[in-house]
């Protein structure tokens, strides 16, 4: 398996234009998170997903931000407009919940944004 | 609700050291424990996992952890470390119940001395 594949991998950008992310998540995996890290504030679990479900979007910083999974392969993270503080990179994690396995996470490699 | 504590944002060690980086959580119902590691520039994977089997988890690259329940502790060592442990490391927990979510620790920056 591929693992969690995100895109782009860097995406440069000028504050106030519409930033995409995309992830697709492992294969079988029925739960998809979003997370974002700096050096500030660290890792931050911005919203996940169940079975396509968005379970909790307590993370997301405000309403420029929006994520979708249209389907269990694919997940976008929006960001409309962008501003520099949302500068970070942008991880997305699958798992798979199966009883007694302990349902860790895999990441993909992440999304380094920068907002000009 | 479920937290995670870890002690000491920053540890130094010289090479062929212990390793002891620490873990303390809270949870309301029996937990999964996790530990990661992040090198530069990549994603989190994961080192090791407790899922209520044995106590003394091994791992990956050497590293092991014991889940103890009365100290809500989940520390992770190394016997002897190496310059390619020097990487971000986080603690984290979860249960059957919340769709796999975890919640994280707040990161420990492990730095390994020749």
Request: aromatic share 10%; proline share 6%.
């Amino acid at each position: 398996d591929a693992g969690v594949i995100q895109s782009p991998r860097h995406e440069v950008t000028e504050m106030g234009q519409e930033v995409t992310l995309r992830c697709k998540p492992i294969s079988g995996h029925n739960s998809l998170f979003w997370y974002r890290q700096t050096m500030m504030r660290g890792l931050e679990l911005l919203i996940y997903f169940n079975n396509n479900v968005p379970i909790d979007d307590s993370g997301m910083p405000e309403d420029r931000f929006s994520a979708k999974m249209p389907n269990a392969s694919f997940s976008t993270l929006k960001i409309q407009p962008s501003e520099p503080r949302d500068s970070a990179v942008y991880f997305c994690a699958s798992s798979s919940q199966t009883s007694g396995r302990g349902n860790e996470q895999f990441f993909g490699p992440g999304t380094r944004l920068t907002v000009l | 609700a479920q937290s995670v504590t870890q002690l000491g944002s920053h540890v130094s060690v010289s090479e062929g050291a212990l390793v002891l980086l620490r873990c303390n959580y809270s949870s309301s119902v029996p937990p999964y424990l996790f530990w990661y590691v992040q090198y530069p520039n990549q994603g989190l994977q994961l080192l090791l996992k407790y899922t209520s089997a044995a106590t003394l988890v091994k791992g990956i690259n050497g590293f092991e952890a014991e889940f103890k329940k009365s100290e809500t502790s989940f520390h992770l060592t190394k016997p002897s470390a190496h310059m390619s442990d020097a990487a971000e490391y986080f603690c984290a927990v979860s249960d059957v119940t919340n769709a796999g979510k975890s919640t994280f620790g707040d990161g420990t920056t492990l730095t390994v001395k020749p």
